[in-house]
């Protein structure tokens, strides 16, 4: 038996990118923002895309975060608007087609300190979706069960997101790991593929479910779309969370499988209208404050910035300042910027831009803190925290007695202990024990 899915994941309904943005710009009027409604605009094409695929799918997974808030940055609930597109949407889609749909819960639009999830008011609203909240895990683990639904074709185990520091803390790490292996375990010679949503980088992706046989696995938390092994796929996030995503392609993901054999996996990608720029100017030894503001303004030139205001189009701008000049300091480099962006952002500009905001990363004496910060509420998993904090100690003046290496494997064993990665005492003797 063969059975055919479409997996999408991290479509963060109800983002709202706040910092650097131009004011009073509306998606739909006096109801959504126009960067709120991108997001919004991404889910729509999505279902509109899946519904018109041939041969149909069978159904359609959502591997979380569904909504991007409440979370641990944000305890609000979504706007409104998010949760009206979400129901909408998805009673279109399903009376319309007659497919299923399955959304497990993410780390976002996830109380953490409350019994309830807002996928299960979304359920009753929705006839034929299905969800897998993180307290229908608590419930399996704890009596025993799984956590899985069958569908015509094919039987579907859902991994809604689970802290590992949690586990470790109340010491059911063994016993979740029994679990999955005891009771997530394929019962069907059908095609069985699993559901979750994490990553290793903060031990969230648990390793027991790529030993489970699953003919599929459909991830999610990473918003970069690809491949996790052979059998496991992020569909990721289907419109631009964060500027550093814009180097990706993305979309969604048409999934066949069949028992016993690897997927064939077809990504589906979407263009965009609305152009961002992500880019690094340097400063150079000899600039000035206002050479770097030519800087910016030729750049503008150059990405095709200088055009009349269209919603549909309005540009989101972050630049990064690296270098340093003897002429120009940071505090005075942000007084000009802030300048600059005003006359960007205004009602009578020149520039096609509705979001400006920058980082200056230079050694000066003076400190500026910006105005505006980075571009959403945003979880920073880091890649390489050694190769960041050694950039960072470049940007400061440090006396030449201290020992770097030092900073640096101290610096990276905290955030190694804060994330859980590390356990036990931090101190010299477990620094100098981890390098032996």
Known sequence: ?????????????????????????????????????????????????????????????????LYNSPWEGNPSQPPVVAQETAITVLQNFIEKTGIPVLIIEGNHGLYRLLEVSLLDSLKLAVPGLDVATQQDLKHAVRDEEPLVYSYEKLDVYCFPFMDAAVLRSANLTDRFDDWITTHQSRVRTRPSIAVAHGMEIDQSLFKSIFAMDYDYIALGHDHHQHQQSKKAWYAGAPERWRF??????????????????????????????RIVVNEMITIDVDDTVESVSDKVLALFDDKGLKAPWDPETAARVRL??????????????????????IKI???????????????????????????????IESEYLIQDPEEDFRAYLETLEIDKTMNTDLLTKIAVRSLEHA??????RLNTESIRMDDE
Do not use: C
């Open 244 to 273: 550093d995503e814009t180097r990706h392609d993305k979309g969604f993901l048409v999934v066949d499988v069949e028992a016993g054999s690897e997927p064939v996996v077809s990504p589906h990608i979407l263009e965009y209208k």
């Open 320 to 341: 990064v300042f690296e270098g340093k000049a003897t002429r120009v300091n940071s505090f005075d480099l942000g007084i000009a910027l802030e300048a600059l962006r």
């Open 345 to 375: 952002l205004s009602t009578e500009s020149e520039y096609n831009v509705v979001q400006f905001f920058w980082n200056v990363r230079q050694s000066v004496d003076e400190e500026f803190v910006a105005a505006s910060y980075p571009e």
């Open 1 to 65: 038996m063969k059975a055919r899915i479409a997996h999408i994941s991290d479509t963060h309904l109800g983002t709202r990118p706040r910092d650097g943005v131009k004011p009073n710009v509306w998606g739909e009027e006096m109801r959504s923002q126009l960067l709120e409604n991108d997001f919004y605009e991404r889910f729509r094409e999505i279902f509109e895309a899946i519904a018109q695929i041939d041969p149909p799918v069978d159904l359609v997974v959502h591997s979380g975060d």
């Open 419 to 424: 994330v859980g990665k590390k356990q036990g």
